[in-house]
């Protein structure tokens, strides 16, 4: 059986973002909301949870997962960040953003593209989310809850209940937060590049 708990999106309860976190700390997978879609995590160095994961998702090894952090410290010791893609992730952090940027020899070898070692990261504006990721004290790896034959993430408690009951280890309902993907920018170039628009305003990554 998944558990589930109900939290305020605003105020969320200390209690309960404590149990979410021993169960991520205990090897399980969870799904939660974030300033876009909801999303399913797990622990940074947990390859079974992250297997797990791929498959709930049916996710080829082409697929960026993305790495859900803090802060821009946390950002840069997983991922190599010059001064210019500093001011542009300090002026646009926290949000809905994914950026692609290489990693570092922090990172399992098996979460980074395997051509490009290349990974997803992002700084969300969510306070369930934040509030967790402070709670953990180390980043998740994470993934828009999109499953195989849906058109769009799953958006409702019940729905995530639905679908995933007995596959996951716990559903943290904030209620609804929306469908709209992030913005995906890819900074590895010497410029920005606009991968995918979404809910993150791309005016700041724009160039003439």
């Given amino acids: 059986m998944t558990r589930y708990l109900s939290i305020h999106p605003e105020d969320p309860q200390a209690r309960l973002i404590e149990q979410a976190a021993e169960i991520v700390m205990n090897g399980g997978i969870i799904a939660f909301p974030t300033d876009s879609c909801y999303a399913l995590g797990c622990r940074l160095g947990d390859k079974e949870a992250a297997d797990r994961i791929r498959a709930l998702r049916d996710l080829d090894p082409r697929h960026h997962f993305t790495l859900m952090c803090r ?15 500093y001011r542009l992730l300090k002026a646009t952090t926290p949000g809905s953003y994914v950026f692609i940027l290489e990693g570092t020899k922090e990172l399992p070898r098996r979460i980074l593209h395997p051509k490009r070692k290349t990974i997803g990261l992002r700084i969300p504006d969510h306070r369930i989310a934040r509030a967790l990721l402070v709670e953990l004290n180390e980043p998740l790896l ?6 195989p034959g849906f058109e769009a993430p799953l ?4 729905e995530i209940r ?6 996951i280890e716990l559903i943290l309902d904030g209620g609804y937060c929306g469908t709209e993907a992030t913005t995906v920018v890819d900074l590895t170039g010497d ?9 993150g305003n791309p005016a700041p990554f724009m160039t003439e």
């Fill in 162 to 167: 639905e679908s995933l009951d007995g596959r």
């Fill in 191 to 199: 410029l920005p590049e606009i991968v995918r628009l979404g809910r």
């Fill in 71 to 85: 802060d821009l410290s946390e950002i840069a010791h997983f991922a190599r960040v010059d001064n210019a893609c």
């Fill in 142 to 147: 994470t993934t828009t809850l999109l499953l």
């Fill in 155 to 158: 958006t409702e408690g019940w």
